[in-house]
């Protein structure tokens, strides 16, 4: 069987296949607005991961050969507890604020990326890709507008989430240089699992059918999401494909006015738009400089 990584590159191929990701990004953001708050936001996560495990079972006999070092396991620990932390701000957010600012404030994960691989693993910064973190950083701030509006506490868990996700995947690109993306995956989804589990026992709300359906739904495209990205990145350059993923913020608009009655915020599209274009131009950057960084390439999905 040809291998991913020996296939050969088609631009075409690898823009489709960011638009089916983006489309199971944006379902699975839908769906958890759709749960509404009757459920807890760190039980909704819970249930999310715990159904999502379902998928690695096929993986299971493999997993368990896998040998890590005492080094390992503590950076695929602090790996889960960040990624514990901003999955559960995220389902609050979801809550609270609408699906486009949610999706727009999450084009922030690389951008904490970069600054914390300055910070951490001693990476040089040029003045450009300064320059287009500030830019990013002033989308943010279009989006929230600070002192011209009353933010609500799902903007300050975005931003919580947009930093713990920031070092989880950093963490994830020490990880994937020495251990299978497979066992990356995996063992995230079982610490998350098992992370979220205390918080969903504090204050446990029997879901019905329907709202089980749902979260199987989210497990089932975000893991989508996820594989197909996959094959995005093996498609085509990351600088083809990094683009494409500013149609999430399109089809969160669309669905936030369609479906939840959220009219389109013309200066969280300016916001996102700005974001995702330094975002880009980072890409790009390190693409055509051709060096070997830590800084990942941005992940549309945290969920």
């Not at 989210?218 to 990351?238: D, E, I, Q």
Request: hydrophobic share 55%.
């Amino acid at each position: 069987m040809q291998r991913m990584d020996e296939r050969p590159q088609s631009p075409l191929r690898g823009i489709l296949w960011m638009v089916v990701t983006g489309f199971c990004f944006v379902m699975v953001t839908a769906l958890v607005k759709m749960l509404g708050g009757r459920i807890p936001a760190t039980e909704s996560a819970f249930l999310r991961y715990l159904l999502g495990l379902v998928f690695l079972l096929p993986l299971w006999r493999s997993l368990s050969a896998t040998r890590l070092t005492r080094r390992q396991w503590g950076l695929f620990t602090l790996r889960g507890a960040c990624h514990t932390i901003g999955v559960g701000c995220w389902f609050f957010a979801m809550t609270r604020i609408p699906i486009a600012e949610v999706t727009a404030m999450n084009y922030l994960n690389p951008i904490g990326v970069s600054i914390l691989a300055v910070i951490f693993l001693g990476e040089r910064m040029a003045m450009r890709r300064i320059l287009a973190i500030c830019a990013a950083l002033a989308g943010a701030v279009i989006i929230l507008r600070p002192g011209f509006r009353e933010l609500d506490p799902g903007h300050f868990a975005m931003l919580v989430t947009a930093g713990t996700f920031s070092c989880s995947y950093l963490v994830a690109k020490i990880l994937s240089d020495e251990t299978d993306a497979t066992v990356v995956v995996a063992l995230l989804s079982v610490m998350v699992t098992i992370g979220l589990a205390p918080f969903a026992m504090l204050n446990w709300v029997w879901p019905n059918l329907y709202e089980l359906g749902v979260l199987a739904c989210v497990a089932l495209f975000a893991t989508a999401g996820h594989y197909t990205m996959t094959l995005a990145f093996a498609s085509a350059p990351v600088t083809v494909t990094q683009p494409v993923t500013f149609l999430q913020l399109v089809w969160s608009v669309i669905v936030g006015a369609a479906f939840f009655a959220e009219p389109p915020d013309p200066f969280v599209i300016a916001g996102g738009a700005i974001i995702i274009a330094a975002v880009s131009f980072i890409t790009w950057r390190e693409a055509q400089l051709k060096k070997q960084g830590v800084t990942p390439p941005i992940h549309a999905t945290k969920q």
